[in-house]
């Protein structure tokens, strides 16, 4: 596969430093932005540090999904030793060059988007409360886009071993066009806005990337905004009409295999096999019982789904269970008292238990116990209560964006800020 690519970053026009990092390496058809987030020091060395180890596993020939995982733990090991870089993340959405295929690794709400043939569709998932909200019907993109929480991430590199990564396998011809972006451009531009701009065909990636970020810029530059353009030239063997992309979300720390173009070809196959009457009709009576089994399973599953959430009350933080008050008030009780005050924890960890942070049970059972040996010096007071309440004030969260100054924007040996 033969590709053109090139990068290009803008501090924007309020923020002080740029937190946003990227990767363009032709060399090993590895190409990727991160948006990083912490206080202090801590965005940029967050987005830098995923930046470069994503960069070297890359190199040693590792699967894109593993080279995610292995640029979180850098994070990781990274914060641990500099207490100043403490809860410092980064997103992180990286392309990697296959057979008629790329493979992206995406953890976070930077986006991925394929424009083919004058359509242009997003090809990742926000990982975002606004995200989530938005693919559960509970709230439109209109909606989404003035939503006082819409800086709320809900997954993102740093915040501990293992991580949640999609991997999506997509096919591509000649002639597709890829941008990886921070979400400095697309809280500022529609998707609209930027399929004009990516459907100029005049325009060489470099041109592209520059006049993305320049318009994100021109429509106020709240934020960092960064844009890799990836065009694909030449693909050895396209494999005719092209499926949409698979995304896989791997569990926590696990590898997940990428989806081959054979694999894809492999599943049309069989829904050929199946289109045929005869072998239709047998196949959905030997189905219709796991059909029946599985549909009851799914509703029992969903009616028994508890919900947590680590908030706060009297001072001291605790593990609520329940639906947060933001989306169903009223519907929230303490479910254990973790002894710890609200006191011990740094102020960023104290914003975002006012705040809320949801997760599964084990999820936040593993954030008290790593913030307990952090502080544990200090507890919550013996008096705290652990009676139900329904006055909780948790709202949904897990990450938020406060940007404090911060300086540096990370490009890769030898390229400037703006990569032809």
């Avoid at 990727?32 to 202090?40: K, L, P, Q, R, S």
């Avoid at 994503?54 to 640029?71: H, K, S």
């Avoid at 096919?171 to 990886?180: A, F, H, M, T, Y």
């Avoid at 329904?390 to 990370?410: D, M």
């Amino acid at each position: 596969m033969r590709v053109t690519a090139a990068a290009a970053t803008d501090v924007g026009r309020v923020r002080a430093n740029n937190e946003d990092a990227f990767l363009a390496d032709d060399e090993h058809g590895c190409y990727a932005v991160a948006d990083g987030m912490g206080g202090h020091l801590g965005g940029e060395v967050a987005s830098a540090t995923a930046i470069e180890a994503l960069r070297a596993a890359v190199a040693r020939g590792v699967d894109i999904d593993e080279a995610v995982g292995i640029a979180n733990d850098a994070v990781v090991a990274k914060a641990a030793g500099d207490p100043e870089l403490t809860g410092m993340g980064t997103t992180l959405t990286a392309l990697t060059l296959g057979d008629g295929a790329v493979v992206l690794g995406h953890v976070g709400d930077s986006r991925a988007y394929l424009l083919r043939a004058g359509e242009l569709r997003m090809v990742t998932d926000d990982h975002s409360l606004v995200g989530e909200l938005i693919r559960e019907g509970r709230l439109t993109v209109e909606q989404a886009e003035v939503h006082p929480q819409r800086s709320v991430i809900t997954r993102c590199l740093g915040t501990g071993p293992g991580v949640q990564v999609d991997v999506i396998a997509l096919p591509v011809v000649s002639g597709d066009r890829i941008v990886l972006c921070s979400d400095g451009l697309t809280t500022m531009l529609r998707d609209d806005a930027i399929r004009t701009l990516v459907d100029d065909e005049d325009l060489t990636p470099g041109e592209l990337a520059r006049r993305l970020v320049d318009a994100a810029c021109a429509a106020g530059g709240d934020d960092n905004v960064t844009v890799v353009v990836v065009d694909i030239e030449d693909v050895a063997d396209p494999s005719g009409s092209v499926p949409p992309p698979a995304v896989i979300a791997s569990p926590a720390g696990e590898h997940t295999d990428r989806r081959s173009p054979d694999r894809a070809r492999s599943v049309r196959s069989l829904g050929s096999w199946i289109r045929s009457p005869g072998r239709r009709s047998g196949l959905l009576l030997l189905l219709a019982p796991v059909l029946v089994i599985g549909i009851a399973l799914a509703i029992f599953a969903e009616s028994s789904r508890e919900t947590f959430f680590i908030g706060s009350r009297d001072g001291n933080v605790m593990i609520f269970k329940g639906t947060p008050p933001s989306e169903k008030p009223n519907d929230a009780r303490v479910s254990e008292n973790t002894y710890l005050s609200l006191d011990c924890l740094s102020p960023d960890e104290q914003q975002q238990v006012e705040q809320g942070i949801p997760g599964t049970r084990s999820e936040l059972d593993q954030r008290i116990k790593d913030w307990e040996r952090t502080y544990e010096s200090c507890s919550a007071s013996p008096e705290a209560s652990i009676a139900p309440s329904t006055t909780t004030t948790a709202v949904a969260s897990s990450t938020t964006r406060p940007r404090p100054p911060t300086p540096t924007t990370f490009a890769p040996p030898g390229r400037p800020a703006s990569a032809p």
